[in-house]
């Protein structure tokens, strides 16, 4: 994939590695993208992978694709593969510059012995619970540990014992001596290995102490001769360490950190930790529920590659955090689809039709057009009969003010074929309507002498002969608010939205689709667009709805341009 310079907005990163190019500073772009296998992606890391390896493409440089596996409790091969699939899905390569942290441990081990050599890391004995009343707060400092003077030779041996596997879990740590009483307090000698008798699934049982990531991260970048570390602004207050790791380990290059305001959208979840909660309790159908952010979850839900980077352009890329509405991404798809998508005519809730005065048996195909935004598209043929469905919302025996569709004495236009006129009704014994008994007028057709006539209204159908049974799935917001606004102490999983997924079944949909094909993305006419989802393998039609036809980012802008 290509980029070209003049379609990518300009920011203050994209100035700074330009600057760094142009003064010398840097010979060439060498980016990264290091997620840590314990998940699946989700579109805040669309982002930040279209920062990377954008940048990357822009300036004919690198970019990464590198796993940060050090805590084998939680990673897992599937993660690893799934964020491949995702990450070349969005439209990047890495170019076989695929590499791991695990890679790196024997090296990360040498480099912590330099630093304990250096009298710039310790061992310390104390317990989790003692080490975190000793780091003080953000308004006091903290307090050394009674191990903080312990010999290089001590350290060095007690290091090494530690690596041997001679201790349990917990009983040590080998910890960065720097200061207890820095006003930052992610250098008040930070943790940079622990004791954990936990397989790796990658390395095995060969090591029972990992890195942090706080350590384990910018030894990464450096060993790797990253120029730019690009990461979001929970960072920020991590770099002074992140330089230090790089200086005191004696690293063989020197990456530039710089930080962004990560992606927050409204009414979901944007949580590794709370995404991965929502799985394991089974409060979702899984990772590629199209309720959930995750890049699986909207690419079944019949999101593209395209729209997903086009709003992460558009957005940019800031130095404050902000939250963005989830209607301006659903702006970004209707666009894109509204270019790419077919048109077909699907009723979800059908209400039968008899047009009594069509002949019995005969059945027309009709041309309707596959997509006007695209002339090359072409046209379909649909079957025509006497026994149609139509949206139950587009009859009412008893209209409301302005209502332009089917109704007793009314006439509307069938799409692509001719005006009815509803004659009477058939009810169940509850009221209800079932059947609608109508006329129809022959010369109203395409390219009859009254094909111009005019009507109020205009609705779509299927032949009831020839429809196809299928099941819709409808999606709205997954969260009834945002969780910036639920208190700490909430259960934030109450605040679930309970009509997040709406299923229907019985849907009627034209004959056609029956060629479509899973992730095959369609415009049913006047209801939105739609994909066709994995489940249809399991022999019944089944589609998701991807976005509704309108469009409220577009009403948003407008509004704010006139104002």
């Given at each position: 994939?290509?980029?070209?310079?003049?379609?990518?907005?300009?920011?203050?990163?994209?100035?700074?590695?330009?600057?760094?190019?142009?003064?010398?500073?840097?010979?060439?772009?060498?980016?990264?993208?290091?997620?840590?296998?314990?998940?699946?992606?989700?579109?805040?890391?669309?982002?930040?992978?279209?920062?990377?390896?954008?940048?990357?493409?822009?300036?004919?440089?690198?970019?990464?694709?590198?796993?940060?596996?050090?805590?084998?409790?939680?990673?897992?091969?599937?993660?690893?593969?799934?964020?491949?699939?995702?990450?070349?899905?969005?439209?990047?390569?890495?170019?076989?510059?695929?590499?791991?942290?695990?890679?790196?441990?024997?090296?990360?081990?040498?480099?912590?012995?330099?630093?304990?050599?250096?009298?710039?890391?310790?061992?310390?004995?104390?317990?989790?619970?003692?080490?975190?009343?000793?780091?003080?707060?953000?308004?006091?400092?903290?307090?050394?540990?009674?191990?903080?003077?312990?010999?290089?030779?001590?350290?060095?041996?007690?290091?090494?014992?530690?690596?041997?596997?001679?201790?349990?879990?917990?009983?040590?740590?080998?910890?960065?001596?720097?200061?207890?009483?820095?006003?930052?307090?992610?250098?008040?000698?930070?943790?940079?290995?622990?004791?954990?008798?936990?397989?790796?699934?990658?390395?095995?049982?060969?090591?029972?102490?990992?890195?942090?990531?706080?350590?384990?991260?910018?030894?990464?970048?450096?060993?790797?001769?990253?120029?730019?570390?690009?990461?979001?602004?929970?960072?920020?207050?991590?770099?002074?360490?992140?330089?230090?790791?790089?200086?005191?380990?004696?690293?063989?290059?020197?990456?530039?950190?710089?930080?962004?305001?990560?992606?927050?959208?409204?009414?979901?979840?944007?949580?590794?930790?709370?995404?991965?909660?929502?799985?394991?309790?089974?409060?979702?159908?899984?990772?590629?529920?199209?309720?959930?952010?995750?890049?699986k979850g909207l690419r079944r839900r019949g999101y593209t590659p395209e729209a997903i980077r086009a709003f992460c352009e558009a957005i940019g890329v800031a130095k404050r955090d902000a939250t963005i509405e989830m209607a301006m991404l659903e702006h970004f798809i209707r666009e894109d689809l509204n270019r790419r998508a077919a048109r077909v005519m699907a009723v979800l809730r059908p209400l039968k039709v008899v047009i009594d005065n069509y002949p019995e048996g005969q059945v027309e195909e009709l041309d309707a057009v596959n997509n006007p935004e695209d002339p090359g598209a072409g046209t379909r043929k649909v079957p025509f009969s006497r026994t149609i469905y139509i949206e139950q919302d587009d009859f009412r025996e008893v209209p409301p003010p302005k209502f332009f569709r089917l109704s007793p004495g009314k006439e509307v236009r069938l799409r692509y074929a001719y005006i009815v006129k509803c004659e009477s009704v058939v009810k169940n014994e509850r009221g209800e309507a079932i059947e609608v008994r109508c006329t129809y007028d022959p010369e109203t057709k395409s390219g009859g002498p009254q094909a111009g006539r005019k009507v109020k209204a205009t609705i779509h159908w299927v032949s009831a002969k020839h429809a196809l049974d299928a099941d819709v799935r409808l999606y709205e917001p997954l969260l009834k608010t945002d969780l910036s606004k639920v208190p700490a102490d909430h259960d934030w999983t109450l605040y679930l939205n309970p009509h997040s997924l709406e299923k229907l079944t019985g849907c009627k949909v034209e004959p056609g689709l029956l060629k479509g094909k899973i992730g095959d993305r369609y415009q049913f006419e006047r209801q939105g667009y739609y994909c066709v989802d994995p489940d249809t393998a399991k022999g019944l039609l089944t589609f998701n709805r991807t976005v509704p036809l309108r469009d409220t980012w577009a009403k948003i802008e407008k509004a704010q341009q006139e104002g």
């Open positions: 994939m290509t980029t070209p310079e003049s379609s990518i907005p300009s920011n203050f990163i994209r100035d700074i590695v330009a600057e760094d190019l142009k003064s010398g500073k840097r010979a060439q772009v060498v980016t990264r993208f290091p997620p840590e296998p314990n998940g699946y992606l989700h579109i805040g890391h669309a982002k930040s992978i279209g920062l990377n390896f954008g940048l990357a493409i822009e300036h004919h440089g690198i970019c990464h694709l590198r796993f940060d596996d050090t805590n084998p409790e939680t990673e897992d091969p599937e993660y690893v593969q799934a964020i491949q699939d995702d990450v070349r899905w969005l439209g990047f390569d890495w170019h076989g510059k695929m590499f791991f942290a695990s890679d790196y441990f024997e090296k990360l081990y040498q480099f912590a012995e330099r630093l304990i050599q250096k009298g710039r890391a310790y061992v310390d004995s104390s317990s989790a619970e003692d080490i975190r009343k000793r780091r003080g707060t953000l308004t006091e400092p903290g307090t050394d540990s009674p191990h903080r003077n312990r010999s290089i030779e001590e350290n060095l041996a007690l290091f090494r014992r530690m690596k041997a596997g001679e201790f349990a879990d917990g009983t040590h740590v080998l910890r960065a001596k720097i200061d207890m009483a820095s006003p930052n307090i992610n250098l008040r000698d930070p943790v940079f290995y622990r004791i954990r008798k936990a397989t790796h699934y990658r390395t095995g049982d060969a090591w029972c102490i990992y890195p942090s990531y706080d350590y384990a991260h910018p030894l990464s970048d450096a060993l790797e001769g990253i120029t730019h570390s690009i990461c979001t602004l929970e960072f920020e207050d991590h770099r002074p360490l992140y330089d230090w790791v790089v200086e005191q380990a004696d690293a063989p290059h020197r990456p530039r950190q710089i930080e962004f305001a990560r992606l927050n959208l409204t009414n979901t979840v944007m949580s590794k930790r709370k995404l991965l909660e929502l799985v394991e309790k089974n409060l979702v159908s899984g990772w590629d529920d199209p309720r959930l952010p995750t890049i």
